[in-house]
């Protein structure tokens, strides 16, 4: 079984930044993508962003395209997301996911981490 585990959550005023980490571990299965996704409450899941692990091929969705961005260090088995230029609506427990090739569906990821509470005040 693999577990993803992210953090790096927290408080930030609107405009600053976070940096996001998941590591995977355990049995570390072949996936092809691993992404991010955000929930407030009372709201859907949403996508984030996703990053095709061999290659490295980025999608963001529009709400956050310019300002975040996901790497990869395969050596750590570990995704970032460099979060800048936040803003209260960023507000969200951010999670990470791995699973098929990259889709903006959370159906498309078998693998989830316990998620990350990050809060942009205003």
């Known amino acids: 079984q693999v577990q993803l585990v992210d953090s790096g959550g927290g408080l930030a005023q609107a405009g600053g930044s976070l940096r996001l980490s998941c590591v995977a571990s355990?049995?570390?299965?072949?996936?092809?993508?691993m992404a991010w996704f955000r929930q407030a409450p009372g709201k859907e899941r949403e996508f984030v962003g996703g990053?095709?692990?061999?290659?490295?091929?980025?999608l963001y969705a529009n709400s956050v395209k310019g300002r975040f961005t996901i790497s990869r260090d395969n050596a750590k088995n570990t995704m970032y997301l460099q979060m800048n230029s936040l803003k209260p609506e960023d507000t969200a427990v951010y999670a990470c996911?791995?699973?098929?090739?990259?889709?903006?569906?959370?159906?498309?990821?078998?693998?989830w981490g316990q998620g990350t509470q990050v809060t942009v005040s205003s």
């Open positions: 996911a791995a699973g098929g090739g990259l889709s903006t569906a959370a159906s498309g990821y078998s693998y």
């Open positions: 990053i095709i692990w061999t290659g490295g091929n980025t």
């Open positions: 355990g049995q570390i299965f072949s996936w092809y993508t």
